[in-house]
T-cell receptor
Framework: KQEVTQIPAALSVPEGENLVLNCSFT??????LQWFRQDPGKGLTSLLL?????REQTSGRLNASLDKSSGRSTLYIAASQPGDSATYLC????????????FGKGITLSVRP | GAGVSQTPSNKVTEKGKYVELRCDPI?????LYWYRQSLGQGPEFLIY????????DSGLPNDRFFAVRPEGSVSTLKIQRTERGDSAVYLC????????????FGSGTRLTVV
């Protein structure tokens, strides 16, 4: 079964810390992987999209890496700020999955001032 | 439009009633997806349209759920005989096609069945 796992479910860090959010997936045959941010009671905002042929993508203080062979992706957040507090979701488009995304349960991040 | 628009943002309905949830995708996006998110969970796939046709409806939980996209743009998710277990946030997303594009999600409709 194709699954996406995000551990831990919640994380609390002091402001200014560099942090890494992990995502693992069970099948290395993927088309792409997308990281989203979700604020409480809101929809999903796309952060970064990594195609299967790519190793990483960067946007501002965010960097996402992809290692298909080990079934892992990481989202690196540099110099965290209280405004980064949200739930971060990893979603994988598996090959042959007819374009649908499989999501992890998300990591709820709290950045303390 | 500039983004994916979903209406209503909130819907409270009584058990047994019929509801319709609307999604207006980004103009020109041919692919449209419906997902359902329960509290504390990641979104779960319901149905995917490419143009007017449902390319994959394998995520619809049962025959009370149905979705249409008659003109290849706006889509409506229809739920008959609602049950309390249907309470969730229903998310719609669109993408330019079925290539390596990312998704753009709407803000969702929070459905509460009382």
């Amino acid at each position: 079964k194709q699954e996406v796992t995000q551990i831990p479910a919640a994380l609390s860090v002091p402001e200014g810390e560099n942090l890494v959010l992990n995502c693992s997936f069970t099948d290395s045959a993927i088309y792409n992987l997308q990281w989203f941010r979700q604020d409480p009671g809101k929809g999903l905002t796309s952060l970064l999209l990594i195609q299967s042929s790519q190793r990483e993508q960067t946007s501002g203080r965010l960097n996402a890496s992809l290692d298909k062979s080990s079934g892992r992706s990481t989202l690196y957040i540099a110099a965290s700020q209280p405004g980064d507090s949200a739930t971060y979701l990893c979603a994988v488009r598996f090959t042959g999955a007819n374009s649908k995304l499989t999501f992890g349960k998300g990591i709820t991040l709290s950045v303390r001032p | 439009g500039a983004g994916v628009s979903q209406t209503p943002s909130n819907k409270v309905t009584e058990k047994g009633k019929y509801v319709e949830l609307r999604c207006d995708p980004i103009s020109g996006h041919t692919a449209l997806y419906w997902y359902r998110q329960s509290l504390g969970q990641g979104p779960e796939f319901l149905i995917y349209f490419q143009g007017t046709g449902a390319a994959d409806d394998s995520g619809l939980p049962n025959d009370r759920f149905f979705a249409v996209r008659p003109e290849g743009s706006v889509s409506t998710l229809k739920i008959q005989r609602t049950e309390r277990g249907d309470s969730a946030v229903y998310l719609c997303a669109s993408s330019p096609g079925t290539g390596g594009y990312g998704y753009t999600f709407g803000s969702g409709t929070r459905l509460t069945v009382v």
